[in-house]
């Protein structure tokens, strides 16, 4: 498959509000549920760029930086950063946002890699990427040097 697309084709947004079913004991949103967020944004924006079912290979990633509170608004954003023949890597960062101060942080960055699917549960190949920005043109330049860390940290599991 030769085709490229520009990186902003895969590009999703979620937003999802914090309810107190969603915390801990400290009024803050569990992170299994973060993740669950994360995960979902991640196959859909994979989808988006492959056409494909996907499967969750790995979440190479995952950095914490602040918690949000019961009523602040998650802002989900995704975006494919590179591919390999059949699998892709997902950029996906969180910011809570308090819709009554206007007060936005960075609450969660991750990476992970998806795998595209055929109609067989085969993987399947995914058309490459390219950049447009300068903040696309990072992620993509970096993907490489994330794609050794994920090979060097299969090769101590076997």
Do not use: C, W
Not at 128 to 155: C, D, M, N, Q, V
């Amino acid at each position: 498959m030769n085709e490229t697309r520009p990186m902003s084709h895969s590009r999703t947004i979620q937003t999802h509000l914090v309810l107190p079913p969603d915390t801990n004991h400290l009024q803050t949103i569990f992170g299994g549920k973060v993740l669950s967020y994360i995960d979902e944004i991640a196959a859909i924006t994979a989808m988006k760029h492959s056409k494909t079912a996907v499967v969750t290979a790995s979440i190479d990633s995952v950095d914490f930086l602040s918690s949000a509170r019961v009523g602040d608004v998650l802002e989900l954003e995704a975006i494919v950063t590179s591919t390999g023949r059949s699998s892709m890597e997902v950029f996906v960062s969180v910011h809570s946002v308090n819709l009554l101060t206007g007060d936005t942080k960075l609450t969660t960055e991750s990476f992970l890699t998806m795998v595209a699917m055929d109609e067989h549960n085969k993987s399947t190949p995914v058309p490459g990427i390219y950049p447009e920005t300068e903040k696309e043109t990072s992620l993509y330049e970096t993907g490489p040097e994330r794609r050794a860390h994920r090979k060097l940290r299969s090769e101590m599991r076997h």
